[in-house]
């Protein structure tokens, strides 16, 4: 369970503060919307944000309505983890070494086409907060599938269902042995605003992947985003976790999870009737989607039998 209570953050005026602004451009039940500004409440005002190209690109800096209370930059699409490194510096060289810098970015502009900024800040060990909003396609495009959407997902460059599985980003980022790596869901807002608080203070690089539905691309209704995030949690599609210096730990509703038969079945969230995206999802794909899952999860027990072996 998440530390903090929803009433520690209306009870004190730093973090009932609202630093993202209501009434942006942003659809109706955007799940990147939620994630930012829960994300910003743990962060608070000194930090400083650089956005790759994505739907957080143009919902924050459509002036003069630019939704973010602090100091947002739009970057290159494959740049922000290299701009962001950069800015850091430049605070550090004129005493402004407090702000967090941190980049937003969406799937397409971390696990795509700037995978190798992120690789060189994770080795680099640059001291920055780099954040994947996950929402699995392009979505400000039109919904072109990006290595992070699931098998089967339809978009408009998959319209017979995406061939590969989920690219596992958190995976490849802890392979660089940076001092913290985490997921979160926008369905629990308490263990995202506790990661942030808990990331703020470390030093180094820093990954935080959250899932954040998108009803226009999942096809879903707009009031069913934190259903459809807390459902990918239950059922172990995604499981919420950090890694602090190599130490795995599941949080939230994924600690019991570990056991399988806890569970919901799959198909619940891999459904037509649930996302419209999964509308050609048959037996076939399902059992290659549940290999999937097992898969992470034998990765995350490799882990954690790992640590027991340290320990001993
Ligand atoms: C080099 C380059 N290629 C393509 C684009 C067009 N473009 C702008 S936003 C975007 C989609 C970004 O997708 P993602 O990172 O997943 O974020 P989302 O839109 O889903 O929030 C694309 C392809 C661009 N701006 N720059
Ligand atoms: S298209 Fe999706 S990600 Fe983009 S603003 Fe709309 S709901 Fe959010």
Redesign the pocket.
């Known amino acids: 369970m998440a530390k903090t209570k929803i009433k520690d953050i209306i009870l004190n005026p730093d973090t009932k503060r609202e630093y993202f602004s209501p009434g942006n451009a942003t659809c109706q039940g955007c799940g990147?919307d939620l994630a930012l500004r829960w994300a910003m409440k743990a962060l608070g005002p000194k930090t400083a944000t650089v956005s790759?190209?994505?739907?957080?690109?143009?919902v924050t800096g459509l002036w003069p309505k630019s939704a973010p209370q602090w100091p947002w930059f739009n970057m290159?699409?494959?740049a922000s983890a290299a701009a962001a490194s950069g800015m850091k510096h430049g605070l550090v060289a004129k005493g402004k070494g407090d702000y967090n810098v941190i980049v937003w970015?969406?799937?397409?502009?971390?696990?795509?086409?700037?995978i190798q900024g992120l690789s060189g800040a994770a080795e680099r060990n640059e001291d920055i907060i780099y954040v994947m909003?996950?929402?699995?396609?392009?979505?400000?495009?039109g919904i072109?599938a990006?290595s992070?959407a699931p098998r089967g997902t339809v978009t408009t460059t998959t319209p017979y269902g995406k061939d590969q599985k989920k690219k596992n980003i958190p995976m490849i980022v802890a392979a660089h042995n940076v001092p913290y790596v985490a997921t979160c869901s926008v369905s629990d807002p308490m263990d995202l605003y506790d990661k942030f608080k808990k990331a703020k203070d470390i030093k180094g690089f820093r990954f935080i992947q959250i899932l954040t539905p998108?009803p226009p691309?999942w096809r879903h209704e707009a009031q069913y985003t934190i259903r459809q995030s807390a459902l990918a949690v239950d059922t172990g599609i995604f499981p919420l976790f950090e890694i602090e210096n190599g130490i795995l730990t599941l949080s939230g509703k994924s600690k019991r999870l570990h056991d399988p038969t806890k569970r919901k079945p799959i198909q619940e969230y891999y459904s037509k009737k649930n996302q419209g995206r999964f509308k050609l999802i048959n037996d076939g794909l399902l059992e290659e989607l549940e290999k999937d899952v097992k898969e992470w999860w034998s990765w995350i027990d490799r882990h954690l039998v790992y640590q027991e072996h340290l320990e001993l």
């Open positions: 990147l790759p190209a994505s739907c957080a690109n143009v290159a699409f494959a970015a969406g799937d397409g502009g971390t696990a795509d086409i700037g909003y996950d929402n699995e396609s392009y979505m400000n495009t072109q990006s992070s998108c691309g």
